[in-house]
């Protein structure tokens, strides 16, 4: 069964600090790399996605890929107390619109003023 | 003017009934799907819908039923609710892979 693990967390770190979030996957031949951001009774959002290995950078948030480590994270650059929120990893084997995406158990991030 | 929409927002009945989530997508996306997240926040895949291809997550009881009249709608129908069917349910849509847009979800609670 093709599974996607994250620390559960919850993860501290204060106003201004780089937060990583990491994130494993099963399936080596993967090929489609996301991260959604829910805040508690909302509905996810996307804010990252990748598809080859190095990394991407879209503002404060950077995503990183290593297929032959089967690992993905996000770092969060000068965290603020609004980025507060469950951090989903979602991967899917397709890279067309034929796949469904497998999510993690997300990680929880508290950015504390 | 909302891009998926889901109605109701919360709905809570008693065991045994049936009861029915809509959703309805205005991007005009070839893909919808179900998800259920429940009490731990772990989001799984229940339905996926494209060009009239049903495909289902075989551990998804066959209690649950998607119904799509049509590309931009697929409901969510569910018979005979039991007490594990208490989660948040989201529908989300998709053009390319992992371009989800969710709905703001149903917030399902059997009693």
């Known amino acids: 069964q093709k599974e996607v693990e994250q620390n559960s967390g919850p993860l501290s770190v204060p106003e201004g600090a780089i937060a990583s979030l990491n994130c494993t996957y099963s399936?080596?031949?993967?090929?489609?790399f996301f991260w959604y951001r829910q805040y508690s009774g909302k509905s996810p959002e996307l804010i990252m996605s990748?598809?080859?290995?190095g990394d991407k950078e879209d503002g404060r948030f950077t995503a990183q890929l290593n297929k032959a480590s089967q690992y993905v994270s996000l770092l969060i650059r000068d965290s603020q107390p609004s980025d507060s929120a469950t951090y989903l990893c979602?991967?899917?084997?397709?890279?067309?619109?034929?796949?469904?995406?497998?999510f993690g158990k997300g990680t929880k991030l508290s950015v504390k003023p | 003017d909302t891009a998926v929409s889901q109605t109701p927002k919360y709905l809570v009945t008693q065991m045994g009934n049936d009861k029915s989530i809509k959703c309805e997508q205005n991007l005009g996306h070839d893909t919808m799907y179900w998800y259920k997240q429940d009490s731990k926040k772990f989001l799984k895949i229940m339905f996926s819908y494209n060009n009239k291809e049903l495909i289902i997550n075989e551990t998804v009881p066959n209690r649950f039923s998607p119904k799509s009249p049509d590309k931009a709608h697929l409901n969510l129908h569910i018979n005979s609710l039991e007490l594990g069917d208490s989660a948040v349910y989201f529908c989300?849509?998709?053009?390319?892979?992992?371009?989800?847009?969710f709905g703001s979800g149903t917030r399902l609670t059997v009693v």
């Open positions: 399936d080596r031949g993967s090929q489609s």
């Open positions: 979602a991967v899917s084997e397709y890279g067309g619109s034929q796949g469904n995406l497998i």
């Open positions: 989300a849509s998709s053009q390319d892979i992992g371009g989800y847009t």
């Open positions: 990748i598809y080859s290995n």
